[in-house]
């Protein structure tokens, strides 16, 4: 743990590098299934978040995904499109619309799901689980600026 403690640039470079590469692998693999939809990472990242957040509404998805609403409308109406998602109008707001994923891209985010989750389970598999425990709380700092 000591030698964390003395951090040098090279090692910081290196790992940025990991992470870079990581990240790269991670959503090359269901490269092949988002491309028989014309679909790219943007429309993957509002799926994923949509997915893990059932409900959410437009400006939430926005702050999530730190984009532009220009930018996340041609995603939306792509995905709208392809009946992945559903936008209902809020009980409480009716100007707010929530986002689901409809049965296809229910059926269509598995598929993705299972191509990036064999890389990520067998990684965490063959790690210990202190490991593991640490790998998660460094990424959740990372994401947090801490």
């Known amino acids: 743990m000591k030698d964390l403690l003395y951090l040098k640039d090279e090692q910081i470079k290196e790992f940025i590098q990991l992470l870079y590469y ?15 939809k014309y679909f790219g990472p943007a429309h993957l990242r509002a799926l994923n978040l949509i997915e893990r957040n059932p409900g959410i509404n437009l400006g939430e998805l926005i702050f999530k995904l730190k984009v532009t609403k220009q930018s996340l409308n041609r995603v939306l ?6 009946k992945m998602i559903k936008q209902i109008q809020d009980e409480t707001d009716t100007r707010k619309k929530n986002l689901f994923l409809d049965r296809d891209g229910k059926i269509f985010f ?6 990036q989750k064999k890389r990520i389970f067998n990684a965490l ?22």
Do not use: C
């Open 22 to 36: 990581a990240y790269r692998e991670t959503f090359s693999d269901p490269k092949e299934v988002l491309s028989k």
């Open 110 to 115: 598995d598929s993705v799901y299972n191509a």
């Open 77 to 82: 109406r792509d995905l709208i499109k392809a």
């Open 125 to 146: 598999k063959n790690s210990n689980s202190d490991s593991v425990i640490k790998f998660k709380d460094v990424l959740k700092k990372i994401i947090d600026g801490k």
